[in-house]
């Protein structure tokens, strides 16, 4: 029996590098050994302010984005989360059985409450419930993540506990997060003592797959770097460099110490230029592939209904179980 993967992101923006390198990129290698669930967190994203016909078209964007980045609609289910009302529902059953103590400690919740003053909804309050709904619904094993997932992940294993004890012990599988060696938190371009983030208001701050090759060369070439003048890797002293760096060892392939060598006694522009001529050649072909799929929404739809009723296959069979551990009654069919 092969082991379930779940994963996916939130629609929001497009998805830069960190989310490929963090993330997709994992996702990719994980592809032909697990039974793999990806999908688009299009709920999670209404827990900021979205303009609808912005959001539809970012959807299909999204869906496209995971399909040219080599997501294979074959080998994975890959589906948008609205298109499941079990998501919805066994948010509830979990939100019942969640603390509200727990959800106080979530620092994410911090910061967007920071960010977004004028809208702190229940929503971006219950946000990671519903991600260990996404989880749990698919008894996924592992889910690959970025560093910044870390705590939703180890909630969603409280949850499990919480049922556990509260309804039926081991209905739930406990997830384990996938957290990669190199990459799990690329920071961003111009302040690389944050994260980068698609939601960032400077665009500079991040690359999203799909920005214009003029724009990423740029970008990279004016990344902010750090006093000093060798290309080493010192997350404390050089958080710059050391970014470029890691960026340049998963898109590579090298190791960093490797490129340590390789830069000794070069500047840091040499460094840049050859990022940039990287990237590019990494992201050109997936923008290619996007723009073509964008062509033919038709298609994308057709995708999104075949991997949402394979995924709901799983998810009704849970929620079913949910219910009548949880003692509601059944309607009969
Ligand atoms: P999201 O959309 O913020 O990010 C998607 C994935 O990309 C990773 N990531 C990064 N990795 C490295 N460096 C970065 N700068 C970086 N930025 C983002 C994230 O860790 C994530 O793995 N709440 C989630 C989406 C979600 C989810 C789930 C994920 C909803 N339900 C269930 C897993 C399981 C989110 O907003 O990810």
Redesign the pocket.
């Known amino acids: 029996m092969k082991k379930t993967i ?7 923006g497009n ?2 590098l ?2 490929y ?4 990129n994992n996702w990719k290698q994980l592809q032909d050994e697990y039974n793999c669930y990806y ?1 688009l ?1 299009d709920l ?1 994203a209404l827990t900021v302010q979205q303009d609808p016909p912005t959001l539809k078209q970012r959807i299909y964007s999204f869906y496209a984005q995971y399909l040219a980045l080599g997501l294979d609609p074959q080998k994975n289910i890959i589906f948008v ?1 609205s298109h499941i009302h079990e998501h919805a529902e066994l948010t509830w059953i979990l939100t019942c059985l969640t603390p509200m103590g727990y959800l106080n400690r979530m620092t ?1 919740f911090k910061e967007k409450a920071e960010k977004h003053v004028k809208n702190i909804n229940a929503g971006l309050f219950t ?2 419930v ?3 709904a ?2 749990l619904l698919y008894q ?1 094993d592992l ?7 870390r705590q ?2 180890e909630l ?1 294993r409280d949850i499990v506990g919480f049922f556990d004890r509260g309804y039926k012990k081991g209905l739930f599988k406990m997830p384990e997060a996938h957290i990669g060696k190199t ?6 371009l111009q302040d690389p003592t944050k ?4 939601s960032d208001e400077n665009d500079k701050n ?1 690359i999203s797959i799909i920005d214009d090759p003029k724009k990423i060369e740029k970008k990279i070439k004016s990344a902010a770097t750090d006093s000093g003048t060798d290309i080493q890797f010192d997350e404390e002293n050089k958080p710059g460099i050391s970014n470029l760096l890691t960026i340049y060892s998963v898109l590579s392939g090298k190791n960093i110490s490797q490129l340590e060598t390789e830069y000794a006694g070069k500047m840091y522009g040499h460094l840049k230029v050859d990022l940039a001529e990287l990237v590019l050649e990494t992201l050109k072909p997936v923008k290619e592939k996007h723009d073509d799929l964008m062509k033919n929404l038709d298609y994308l739809d057709d995708l999104m209904k075949s991997g949402a009723e394979r995924a709901q296959l799983r998810a009704r069979k849970t929620l079913h179980d949910v219910y009548e551990a949880t003692g509601l009654v059944l309607r009969k069919p």
């Open positions: 779940l994963s996916g992101s939130t629609v929001t998805l830069t960190g989310n390198i963090g993330a997709i999908f967190a999670h989360q994410q946000y990671p519903l991600m260990a996404d989880i996924a889910v690959p993540v970025g560093e910044d997932q939703h992940l969603c990459g799990a938190r690329i920071m961003s994260k980068m983030s698609k991040f």
